[in-house]
């Protein structure tokens, strides 16, 4: 079973940075899609960056030249370097991981991100 452990959140000043990692475990299969949602409080779930196994990115427009995602094959892990942070930016992020020929989805437990002065 595929389990994600993530890690790197949690309050740092607006303007600030932090970095977001995610390791996947517990499968041989390839992991063909990694990616950050993140969930503010009363809001919807929504994307915020993906990356595929070959390293095309995507990203939602507010995160736009501030958030950079990166992964490692090798060590089925998924980063997410924030920069710029703004306080909008609050919310818990969830790795997300498509796993297999069948994508299946795999959710992180989220960690808190709090940008505030």
């Known amino acids: 079973q595929v389990q994600l452990v993530e890690s790197g959140g949690g309050l740092v000043q607006p303007g600030g940075s932090l970095r977001l990692s995610c390791a996947a475990s517990?499968?041989?299969?390839?992991?063909?899609?990694m990616g950050w949602h993140r969930q503010a409080p009363g809001k919807q779930r929504e994307l915020v960056a993906t990356?595929?196994?070959?390293?095309?990115?995507n990203y939602r427009d507010s995160v736009k030249g501030r958030f950079t995602i990166s992964r490692d094959n090798a060590k089925n892990s998924v980063y997410l370097q924030m920069d710029s942070l703004k306080a909008e930016d609050t919310a818990v992020y969830y790795c997300?991981?498509?796993?297999?020929?069948?994508?299946?989805?795999?959710w992180g437990q989220g960690t808190q991100v709090t940008v505030s002065s």
């Open positions: 517990g499968t041989a299969r390839p992991i063909h899609i």
């Open positions: 997300v991981v498509f796993v297999g020929n069948f994508l299946t989805q795999v």
């Open positions: 990356i595929t196994r070959e390293g095309s990115t």
